[in-house]
Structure formats: C-alpha cells, structure tokens
C-alpha cells in the first residue's frame, strides 16, 4: 500500500476535521481536548488552525488515515521550539512506519521554519507511544502529575523533547 502523506494548507480544513473529529471519538484518552471542544466549531476556525499550526495527514488511497501536528511557540524568545500535537494514526495503519513518516516529514518541516527543539506530552498509560518517542530521539524531560483529566480520572503526562539540527542531525539535549 502506498504511503501518502500531505502538509494540509487551509484550504484542505475539511480533510482535517475528518481525520481531528475521528482522532478524538475513537482515542478520547489520548488527547487533552474532547470531541465535543472541537464538533461544533466554525469552518473559520478550523481554517485559522490550519494557518497556526502545521499538520500532517497520512492517507491509504483518498482516505486520511493519521494525523500529526506541529504548534510553534509564539514568544519570539521561544521562536526556536514548537511542540507535536494531535498524533494520531489508526489502529490498523500501526507499525507499518506511517507514523514514523508523519513524525520525519513535520520535523523536516520544522526545520525549515527555524526549529531546534521539538517538545511534546504523551500519556503515562500510552507505553506504546513513549517508546515509539523514544526509538525517534526523544527524551523525557519530565512528568506532570495529573496532567489531565479523562473520565474524572487523573492521568500523568510525560513530557518529551528532541533537538533538532539544520542539517539533519539529531543534536542532544
């Protein structure tokens, strides 16, 4: 099966609302946010997400399959780093490398815009997911104690972090 990944511009907010609203129903544990914060929201919005943040959609044929966002900090004294958001790729895409694809294409993209640092939190109870973090070059930085809630429940976040270099190579922490 052919691997098609796509840097969604604006235009393509349909394409990520799909993909965002399926992320978010089928995987609520994975997310800070609901499917509820995101349903009811205005096309401009989604729109406007598309020009704040760049996402990757990973496809088997037309269909999006997974997703992986890329949110650049603001402050201009924090220009150099961003955070991964919304990760997402569907139980039976898993392990065939799409993941690892959507991950070298946004930090390839990051580094265009200047980033060293990528950051991102992952779920305690997603021991999948810190290990695929891990085999990717990140590294734990550390925990937030009840980072989220999800069902009333309190669940731990790990927080991870890679450096980038310009020319490719992974720098270290």
């Known amino acids: 099966m052919p691997l098609t990944l796509k840097l969604l511009p604006p235009e393509d907010y349909e394409i990520f609302k799909r993909i965002r609203l399926e992320a978010l129903r089928l995987a609520p544990a994975a997310f800070a946010s609901s499917e509820r914060d995101w349903a009811t929201l205005p096309d401009e919005e989604w729109q406007r997400r598309l020009k704040d943040n760049s996402v990757v959609v990973s496809f088997h ?27 997402y790729l569907r139980e039976n895409e898993r392990g065939g490398g799409r993941a690892a694809a959507m991950l070298d294409l946004l930090l390839d993209h990051a580094r265009t815009l200047g980033v060293r640092q990528v950051e991102l939190a992952v779920s305690a109870e997603n021991p999948a997911a ?3 973090y891990l085999r990717e070059g990140f590294h734990e930085i550390g925990r937030i104690p009840g980072g989220f809630l999800h069902e009333g429940r309190e669940i731990d976040e790990i ?3 890679r450096r980038l270099t310009l020319d490719n190579r992974l720098g270290s922490l």
């Open 61 to 87: 044929e037309e269909e999006p399959v997974g997703i992986m966002g890329l949110m650049p900090q603001q402050p201009s004294k924090m220009a150099h780093r961003a955070t991964i958001i919304m990760v």
């Open 130 to 132: 810190f290990r695929f």
């Open 159 to 161: 927080m991870m972090a």
